[in-house]
């Protein structure tokens, strides 16, 4: 079997992979991961995922099989990033407060050839107010998050609803990720 490689930092990916018994190592691909003038939210997540695969695989690493993906948060067709600071989460957090968003996810795989797929969800969040906001902040949790919150974490406590893949909005949406691995001779629960 093909050694697998996970072109991304994120523990919550690599974790993903385990869940579904996928060993991997891990290599994270040093890209520019500013969105572009007027880029679509899909088109911007499936260049980056794309741009991360083909890091890592230009890197000499042909006889693997690369995995890469990007996530982003999106309300109103603004893509949302990480906060830089705790006014940057109130104003993102804020903005999420008692509506639904967009979250895509992009999975990039480079094997055999290159398989890529966008996953959409939505979330739905409750009012929040600014003292919550700030209490979630000083958890360090929503620090490295799109959108400034973790659904696996203590940030669930904001959704009222889903609609779409919980890994997605995680990072990785292991239903599309298994497909595109079976595509690659890889399947998940073999006999």
Known sequence: MKNIILASASPRRSELLKQINIAHSIKVADIDETPLPNEKPADYVLRVA?????????????DSIILAADTSVVLDGEIMGKPDNLEHAIAMLSALSAKTHKVYSAVSIRGERTQEVVCISEVTFRGLSEQEIINYWQTGEPADKAGAYAIQGLGSIFVQSIQGSFSGIMGLPLFETAQLLANEGIGILNE
Do not use: R
Request: aromatic residues 8%; hydrophobic residues 25%; charged residues 15%.
């Open 50 to 62: 794309h741009e991360k695969s083909l890091a890592i695989y230009q890197q000499g690493n042909q």
